[in-house]
């Protein structure tokens, strides 16, 4: 852990909270919320669907597929989103009555993202479908489109990535990125629009008495309000307040014990108390271990685990993909060790960092590759990309393509970086698509020089130097009487927190009373509150060793978040530090 370079307080505004405790509602207020309609955390709150363009087109398709059981293939991506968007396809189209309907996950390292030819003419030979729903991609698939059309097959595309500046020719798309949709939520994570399309979908037929037809119980879409959730947290898209809703919603099911199996497997077998869950605990315990699957080898392992309606079943499944989890984070850090030599054989220092950062290894796992450039971003603070070949090369040849993996600063729109390099340099990028902070692309390697200048060049023409500043953004301090378990309390309960909408992050002097090392790289402090006589636990995960631990340090600023720890059935307050300064 490294003291970053400028501490800030978060901006004050003003917002009308009147029923709102004082500390959270200058949380909120920092946060964007003006109004407390923005909090209200239920289901009738969210955004209505009507505004969704293309819905009344998808709705017509599902329907006719249904009333005239059509063969559906779901091909969904290799990530949590798009597993989760899977499975909630699945689960929720069998239970509206749908006989015939599969799944279909290309294998990153075989045919790599999306409906590519390649994808529609495997499903064309296995699966023989009459209608393809694309979740978490699709967006971009001209070619993959045009195939499937060609042999008769219906195309519905449901996606939340950027769309280029033309559209696939599939019969529906559905995805609120477009330009010409008016939802207000653009920031919905793609199983986020499967939901809202699904949910639309068991509206029409109701209205169509189709459940009544059939003699089957009407599915209630809330009960696949935990897949949601946790494909939004794992995809980190902004937590604006409809995704807050979503979210919220799919924690308090998993916390009462109403998820799918394979959800509460995964949570088990990390040892995370369900009955406490956060919203962290999704992106940080749950997804890394289903996007193991997709990482390291093929996602139908994840997929079938939240498909999975035996807990037992679940149970090995979940044990299956955490030990894949273990195996990916030992070839990260193998990964990071290397970039690392890398950037010092390239005489790169945090004195003359380019504005962008460019690695390639010929070893590197194509699987892990955005893990590595999310890592090295951290450190550095640089727009970075990493590569790696798109298959293993023969020995001593050079592969004849790369993959890619971005991840950005704020500030720095990674895609639209990408688009303006393929506009200016056209043969330079063979496919690129993603977000405002993560992109993935493919490009001949032999273009992976020219990649390099072209990437660093276009963030020099687009980016203010000061954007390359690491600020550490704080909430400001708390009272010797706020620091107790109750405010903890009260904050977990004021999420969910995550991205465009942070946990709060506090600042303060303390004394430092002790400090302990754990397994050689953490710290455990005894703090205690310059105005209180009160002794806290506060731990440092991943302290740079050179300078802690520190037995000189009588006092210390430290950035922090509160915590609750229970160990023996006691709770008891902790601070999460996240920086720290000896003074």
Avoid at 43 to 69: K, N, R, V
Avoid at 201 to 206: D, E, G, K, M, Q
Avoid at 508 to 531: A, M, N, T, W, Y
């Amino acid at each position: 852990m490294s003291t970053p370079l400028r501490w800030q307080r978060r901006a004050l505004s003003h917002a009308d909270l009147p029923s709102v405790p004082p500390l959270l509602a200058r949380l909120y207020a920092a946060r964007g919320v003006r109004t407390e309609s923005e909090l209200a955390m239920t289901l009738a709150a969210l955004q209505p669907a009507s505004s969704l363009h293309g819905l009344t087109a998808a709705i017509e398709l599902l329907a006719q597929a249904l009333h005239e059981q059509w063969r559906i293939l779901v091909v969904g991506d290799f990530d949590a989103d798009g597993a989760t968007s899977t499975a909630l396809s699945l689960r929720a189209l069998r239970a509206m009555g749908a006989q015939h309907v599969d799944y279909l996950v290309p294998n990153r390292f075989t045919y790599g993202y999306g409906l590519t030819p390649g994808i529609v003419a495997l499903a064309l030979s296995e699966k023989q479908p009459q209608l393809i729903i694309t979740v978490d991609n699709g967006i971009a698939s001209h070619e993959g489109v045009a195939a499937a059309q060609a042999a008769g097959v219906r195309v519905l595309i449901t996606d939340h990535h950027l769309p280029g500046a033309t559209l696939p020719p599939a019969d529906a798309i559905v995805n609120p990125n477009q330009a010409d949709c008016d939802f207000p939520s653009k920031a919905l994570a793609g199983v986020g629009v499967v939901f809202y399309v699904l949910s639309s979908l068991r509206t029409r037929l109701r209205d169509d008495g189709w459940f009544a037809a059939q003699g089957i119980a009407e599915p209630n879409m809330a009960n696949y309000l935990d897949l949601v959730a946790l494909g939004t947290v794992a995809d980190v898209v902004a937590l604006d307040a409809n995704n807050r809703r979503l979210v919220q919603q799919g924690l308090a099911r998993i916390r009462a014990g109403r998820c799918c199996p394979g959800i509460t497997a995964l949570l088990r077998v990390a040892e995370r108390d369900i009955a406490s869950l956060v919203a962290s605990d999704l992106g940080f315990v749950v997804a890394p271990r289903l996007n193991a699957a997709g990482r390291l080898d093929d996602m139908r392992e994840g997929i079938e685990c939240l498909l999975c309606d035996d807990p037992a079943e679940a149970k090995r499944m979940a044990e299956d993909l955490d030990a894949l989890n273990l195996e990916r984070r030992e070839i990260e850090a193998g990964m990071q060790n290397e970039a690392m030599a890398a950037m010092r054989e390239l005489t790169i220092s945090e004195e003359n960092l380019p504005p962008g950062l460019v690695l390639y290894d010929r070893h590197w796992h194509q699987g892990v590759i955005g893990l590595l450039a999310g890592r090295i971003k951290e450190r550095f603070h640089r727009p970075t990309v990493a590569f790696a070949p798109a298959q293993a090369p023969a020995y001593g040849e050079m592969p004849s393509e790369l993959k890619g993996s971005a991840r950005s600063i704020p500030g720095v729109h990674i895609r639209d970086v990408l688009d303006a390099m393929a506009t200016k340099n056209p043969g330079l990028i063979t496919r690129f698509g993603g977000h405002a902070m993560a992109a993935g692309m493919s490009l001949p390697s032999t273009q992976l020089a020219a990649f390099r200048l072209a990437f660093e060049e276009t963030l020099r023409e687009w980016v203010p130097p000061e954007a390359y500043d690491a600020v550490l953004l704080t909430d400001g301090e708390l009272s010797a009487s706020e620091l107790n378990e109750q405010t903890a309390y009260l904050i977990r309960d004021a999420g969910p927190w995550g991205q465009a909408f942070p946990e709060p992050l506090f600042e303060g002097e303390f004394l430092c009373l002790g400090q302990r090392l754990l397994k050689d790289k953490h710290i455990k402090f005894s703090l205690c509150h310059p105005e209180s006589n009160r002794v806290i636990d506060g731990i440092a995960f991943g302290v740079d060793r050179a300078l802690w631990p520190n037995l000189k340090c009588e006092r210390i600023r430290v950035a922090y978040r509160l915590d609750i720890n229970r160990f023996r059935g006691m709770e008891t307050l902790q601070l999460r530090i996240e920086a720290m300064l000896a003074l």
